[in-house]
Structure formats: C-alpha cells, structure tokens
C-alpha cells in the first residue's frame, strides 16, 4: 500500500496550490480519503475529507470556502486545491485512508497515510 503526496511548495500569501494524492495498493474507489496537517510544532489536525463516491465532502472550518477536495477513482488519485492562502496554512500535508463513512475528521478513522508534502505560505 503506498500513498504519494505531492504538490506542496513556496507560495505567497493569498496564492494558490494543488495537491495530489496518487494511491496503490488497495481499492482507492471503496476507502473515504481524507486530508490532515501538521504545522511546526502543533499536533496533527483535520482538513478535509471525501467519502468513497465523490459526493460528500466534510471541511474543517478554517479552510471552508478556500480549500476544495476532489478524487478521481478511475486515475486513484485524490486531489486538494487550495486558494487564498494564509500563513497559517503553513504544515505538512497528509493524505490518508479510511474504510469508514463516519468521524472522518479523527485521525484513529484512518488505516493508510501517505509521507507528507510540505507547504508554505509566506512572503
């Protein structure tokens, strides 16, 4: 099982970025995907999430509105497109996995995660 996170970068505030998550190993299309972040020095904290049919989508607050989650089942890629960004959107971006529909925003949901791709936001 492998998730491969790339896309992450130097932007400057209120720029843009775009995520991808490319996954093997399992069957992508059957697994909800989620995004997590993990600033220096601060605990892991929820993103974004998908459920396995591409519909429904949880955000957290601090980036509703900003940050958009997608997937295509067909390349078992997820992807995150992020807008408008603040420095406090600065951390290390996880792609995970989870066989679950529910509490997709707790971390312990999820069974594969991919190695990180680092953002940063600033001038």
């Known amino acids: 099982v492998q998730l491969q996170a790339s896309g992450g970068g130097l932007v400057q505030p209120g720029g843009s970025l775009r995520l991808s998550c490319v996954a093997s190993?399992?069957?992508?299309?059957?697994?909800?995907m989620g995004w997590f972040r993990q600033a220096p020095g601060k605990e892991r904290e929820f993103v974004v999430a998908i459920r396995w049919g591409g519909i429904d989508t949880d955000y957290a607050d601090s980036v509703r509105g900003r940050f958009i989650i997608s997937r295509d089942n067909a390349k078992n890629t997820l992807y995150l497109q992020m807008s408008s960004l603040k420095p406090e959107d600065t951390a290390v971006y996880y792609c995970a996995a989870s066989r679950n529909n529910r509490r997709l925003w707790a971390g312990d949901e999820y069974v594969y995660w991919g190695q990180g791709t680092l953002v940063t936001v600033s001038s």
């Open positions: 190993g399992f069957t992508f299309s059957s697994y909800s």
